[in-house]
């Protein structure tokens, strides 16, 4: 079974602070994909980061970075210095080779960033 | 870079209409897209999965009969809400498979806000 999960469901921080969301998975594919993505107000998702499951380096792009552990099924996504522009609802998705490449979606997390 | 659009963005409509959603590729073709909806401060809950010349997959639980899919061509699938009622308001999302990409190379559209009165 696929299975995406983001405790937390909401998040609010202060202007600057790192903030770090939490993304763990569940799947039996050996050959899987990661995603991340950004849903402002406007409903638009916004592709942040694709993983496959054979690349565990930890990216960092700007004041995204991300962390992927295999060992921990875990997926973590931190925004370093926030802004609030930052303030969306993430969410963390999979898609396995063995299941027709169906994404499954978590219930995302909507980060508040206040000024 | 690979656009998916949709069309309408928002709708209004009457109880007991019929409302059309288009979703279209619009650099690249896609053999298989995919309708999702999402309630408010929901996930997003995969639909169907519509493969173009053939019939669409749904998900259990979605009435097919209420949520009609086309996907006439490599470009182009359709959603027709038929018989709209207030609780299918909702955000529907279609995303969009690049036929000479890796499967996982999939796009969304922006959405269609429908909601019913």
């Known amino acids: 079974a696929q299975k995406v999960t983001q405790a937390q469901t909401e998040i609010s921080v202060v202007e600057k602070e790192d903030v770090t969301l939490d993304c763990v998975y569940e799947t039996r594919d050996t050959t899987y994909y990661l995603f991340w993505y950004k849903q402002p107000p406007s409903g638009e998702l916004v592709f942040l980061i694709r993983r496959n499951s054979f690349d565990e380096q930890n990216e960092i792009s700007g004041r995204y970075s991300w962390n992927f552990q295999k060992s921990t099924s875990s997926f973590n996504f931190t925004i370093t210095a926030s802004q609030v522009v930052d303030s969306a609802v993430y969410f963390c998705?999979?898609?396995?080779?063995?299941?027709?490449?169906?994404?499954?979606f978590g219930t995302g997390t909507s980060l508040t960033v206040i000024p | 870079g690979a656009v998916v659009s949709q069309h309408p963005s928002w709708v209004i409509c009457k109880s007991g209409t019929s409302v059309k959603i288009e979703c279209r590729s619009l650099d690249f073709q896609a053999t298989t897209m995919f309708w999702y909806r999402q309630f408010p401060k929901q996930s997003l809950m995969l639909m169907a999965t519509?493969?173009?010349?053939?019939?669409?997959?749904?998900e259990q639980g979605v009435e097919k009969d209420k949520f009609l899919i086309n996907h006439a061509s490599l470009t182009l699938s359709t959603l027709t809400v038929t018989s709209a009622h207030p609780e299918d308001s909702s955000f529907y999302i279609c995303?969009?498979?690049?036929?000479?990409?890796?499967?996982?190379?999939?796009?969304f559209g922006p959405g269609t806000r429908l909601t019913v009165t």
């Open positions: 519509s493969n173009e010349g053939s019939k669409a997959t749904y």
């Open positions: 995303s969009a498979r690049d036929r000479t990409a890796l499967g996982y190379e999939q796009y």
């Open positions: 998705a999979l898609s396995g080779a063995n299941t027709g490449n169906q994404f499954y």
